[in-house]
């Protein structure tokens, strides 16, 4: 297993958690890739710890999505499907569009700031070439929208739909152009929810995230040697 983690203990929490955390974290940022087997074993040993709460976490990473199980051959990392995308995407587009038009009526001067300086912390990001810094740099930007809305159920809705697709972020963030398009979206996204524009903001985040959908079909795509079509949306 040539993957790059590691356990990063917390003596806060227990070390199930521990070993879910540093596991679920692997599989988002790619370090364990899709279709990867997932030895008992191995981590054990990788992770230092017993075989017992490495067990647990593959149950916990089951139950979201991101470990299947395959009779006779054990834990694997999910692959995302193109069903699997846009059920996810067409949610996180009704909600986002929720949190757009609170955050629209609520955002105060100082997280407008925020906002600000978050999109212009993606452009700096940018330069840097750490396509994961990047990724968080864009998580970051969205995670002021969210909690702008004031609503605390919508925002662990929202950020757990948006984890789902986190492993497919980098890939996304490869290509240069759309580096530049989405330095250009966040402008307009936070220009527009000065403006208290909610229909410009909700138009501007629905093309953000259409445009990482398209993306991220073709990178799924490429990944099963062209087997699944892409299905044109209604």
């Excluded at 356990?7 to 940022?29: C, G, S, W």
């Excluded at 054990?44 to 470990?67: D, F, N, Q």
């Excluded at 978050?118 to 998580?139: S, Y």
Aim: hydrophobic share 40%.
């Amino acid at each position: 297993m040539t993957s790059d983690f590691s356990v990063h203990m917390d003596e806060y929490l227990p070390l199930r958690d521990v070993v879910f955390n540093t596991l679920r974290q692997a599989i988002l940022k790619g370090e364990l890739k899709p279709g990867e087997r997932l030895m008992e074993i191995a981590l054990a040993e990788r992770l230092g710890v017993s075989r017992t709460p490495i067990r647990e976490a593959m149950r916990k990473l089951e139950l979201e999505g991101l470990v299947v199980m395959i009779p006779r051959r054990g834990a694997q990392v999910a692959n995302i499907t193109e069903k699997d995308l846009n059920d996810v995407l067409e949610v996180r587009i009704a909600l986002e569009n929720m949190a757009i038009e609170k955050a629209c009526k609520r955002m105060t001067d100082e997280e407008m700031g925020r906002l600000w300086l978050a999109a212009k912390e993606f452009e700096r990001t940018m330069a840097e070439g750490d396509l994961v810094r990047l990724a968080e740099a864009d998580v970051a930007f969205h995670e002021i929208i969210y909690q702008a809305s004031d609503n605390r159920r919508l925002n662990q809705v929202l950020n757990n739909l948006r984890e789902q697709i986190y492993r497919y972020r980098v890939e996304y963030l490869k290509d240069e152009d759309t580096r530049n398009v989405l330095v250009k979206e966040h402008e307009e996204l936070t220009r527009a929810i000065k403006e208290r524009d909610v229909k410009r903001a909700q138009e501007i985040s629905f093309e953000h995230i259409e445009n990482q959908r398209k993306a991220i079909i073709q990178s799924i795509m490429a990944e099963n040697g062209g087997r699944e079509k892409s299905s044109p949306r209604k």
